[in-house]
């Protein structure tokens, strides 16, 4: 396979981290986003050595910044692939929460777990249209699932979910792909503490009797990714441990 070049957001730990390495040893080389925490990014920096073809903050809850570090990644090299996998999930009571809080949770949510991957994907697919390319988006399973205290995290999801459908119809005539992953429950930072508060409840609700690790999802990535699925489009593959169907 020739040298080709994936941007994967969020990429400096969990899900992203675990996309972003086994990227690298299927051959990509990585352009390497993080939001704030730059220790974690150089260690993932050095974990990917030489497959590290740059470093790039961005807050992606502004999606103009989105469009600036897309611009400076594409400065230093085409992108053949885009990962959409920064997120944040951060739990609301609908009702009960005040007005401010509310309004805070619905923009940062949209603007990072939709915004700004709409925006990014557009970008790329104009660079996509004089070559073709890839897009995968990481959303989950409460995109199809609802879930309570979550309405804006399954509704940021869900949008994904459909544009990435929508987008695989749309762009299949230029060879361009689009994906979604949708996990349940994984090992990350960012689900440990509901993980420590709900673990027997949630491993009675998965027949394989264990949470996803971030190498679960960064498998079925690399296969979307790969020559193999060059005929897959418009699929939001499930990583749940047969919790849920639909």
Known sequence: MAERRALVTGSSRGIGRAIALRLADDGWTIALHYGFDEAEAEKTKKMLGKKCSGT???DLSDPRKALQMFQRVSADGAVHALVN???VYMPLDF????DAAFSANFHRTFAINFESPAMLTRAACRQFAKRGGKVLNVASRVGFKGEGGAALYAASKAALINMTRSLAVELAPKNI???AITPGWVQTAMARQG???????ILAGIPLGRMATPEDCAAVAAFLLSDE?????GMAIDINGASYFH
């Open 56 to 58: 790039y903050q961005a």
């Open 85 to 87: 996998n920064a997120g």
């Open 95 to 98: 009702v009960g929460s005040g």
């Open 177 to 179: 792909q689009v994906f």
């Open 195 to 201: 993980m420590e508060e709900q673990l027997e409840g």
């Open 229 to 233: 699925a060059a005929y897959l489009s």
